[in-house]
C-alpha cells in the first residue's frame, strides 16, 4: 500500500488571507506526503507517480535498541538512506538525517523512507513521540541568507510537524529589526529574511502551497508577507510557512500526522492512542 493521497486547499490569490482551519475530525482522511507507491512484496516497492514513476526500490529498515535506519536500493544500488535516533529508548522517534543520491534527489524518496520508518516505529513501540532534528555542518550566523532542508521541512508540514523554535514569538512586529525577499535560483525557491532582535537573530522562511505543500515559486508573496506582519503570524500558524529547521509534533499536528501515516480507520486509532505529543 502506497503513501496516501494529499488533500488541501487551493491559492486562490497571491497572498491569501488564511484563517485558522477547523480542527480536523477524528475520522481518518488519507493524505500523501511523499510520491504513491505500491508493495510488490514485503521488501520491495514500486514508484507510481512523480519523476521516479515506475522504477523499483528494495526497501531494508533495521532497528536497534536506540536506533534505527532505512535504506532503499535499486537493483542493488544505495538509493538513500535515513537514519533515527531512539531517544529516549522506546519512546522518542527523532529523524536526524536523511540523504538520497544526486541521480535520485527531487524524486521523493525521503518522504518513502521516512514514512515507512515512522510507521515500523510506531507499530513497534507502546508510545511514541516525533521530532525531526537535521545534522548540520555549520551553525547559523546572522549573515545567513540560505535555506537549508527544504525538502525535510517540506515533509515535516506534510506530517503536522511544528517548528520547535518559538517562531511565532520571535517574529512579533516589536521583535523584528527588518525583512527582505530573497530571489529563487536554481533548485532554490524564494525566502523571507526576517531579522530579528533576539537568538537566533535571523530566519529564513519559505512559504508552502496549502494545495500540495509544494514551496511558492513566485516572489511576490514574500514582498507583501514582508510588509504585513499579521500574515506573517498567520501563515505560521497554518503551517504554510517553514522557518527553522528542527520540528517536533504537537497536539495541533497530531491528526494530520495520524492521516498521513495511517492506512484505514482502525489503524489510525491504534496509531493516535500511541502518540505522545510534545
Known amino acids: 500500500m502506497g503513501i496516501p493521497e494529499t488533500k488541501g486547499d487551493s491559492i486562490s490569490s497571491p497572498l491569501p488571507n488564511y484563517e485558522m482551519a477547523s480542527p480536523e475530525t477524528r475520522r481518518w482522511t488519507p493524505r500523501r506526503i511523499g510520491p504513491r507507491f505500491a508493495w510488490l512484496d514485503h521488501d520491495n516497492i514500486l514508484i507510481i507517480d512523480g519523476p521516479l514513476s515506475e522504477r523499483r526500490f528494495e526497501v531494508g529498515i533495521d532497528v536497534l535498541p536506540d536506533s534505527a535506519v532505512v535504506r532503499l536500493r535499486e537493483d542493488g544500488n544505495l538509493a538513500g538512506a535515513a537514519h533515527i535516533e531512539r531517544s529516549p529508548v522506546g519512546r522518542g522517534i527523532v529523524l536526524s538525517n536523511a540523504a538520497v543520491g544526486p541521480r535520485y534527489r527531487r524524486g521523493g524518496l525521503a518522504a518513502v523512507m521516512t514514512w515507512c520508518v515512522f510507521r515500523e516505529l510506531l507499530a513497534m513501540q507502546e508510545t511514541a513521540t516525533f521530532r525531526i532534528r537535521m545534522t548540520r555542518s555549520i551553525k547559523p550566523r546572522a549573515t545567513d541568507t540560505q535555506v537549508r532542508n527544504i525538502g525535510i521541512g517540506i515533509i515535516a508540514a506534510r506530517l503536522g510537524l511544528r517548528p520547535e ?65 499579521s500574515q506573517i503570524q498567520n501563515w505560521l500558524r497554518q503551517g504554510v510557512l517553514l522557518a527553522g529547521e528542527d520540528y517536533c509534533l504537537d497536539a495541533l499536528g497530531v491528526d494530520r500526522f495520524v492521516n498521513a501515516l495511517a492506512t484505514d480507520d482502525e489503524e489510525a486509532v491504534q496509531f493516535r492512542s500511541k502518540i505522545r505529543p510534545l
Not at 174 to 195: H, K
Request: no cysteine; charged share 25%; aromatic share 4%.
Open 165 to 229: 523554535l518559538p517562531v511565532e514569538t520571535l517574529v512579533r512586529e516589536d521583535n523584528i529589526i527588518g525583512t527582505s525577499a530573497i530571489p529563487g535560483g536554481g533548485d532554490r525557491p524564494p525566502a523571507l529574511r526576517i531579522s530579528l532582535r533576539s537568538y537566533p537573530f535571523v530566519l529564513v522562511a519559505v512559504a508552502l502551497s496549502p494545495r500540495d505543500m509544494k514551496p511558492l515559486l513566485d516572489s511576490l508573496p514574500y514582498e507583501q508577507l514582508g510588509r504585513d506582519g
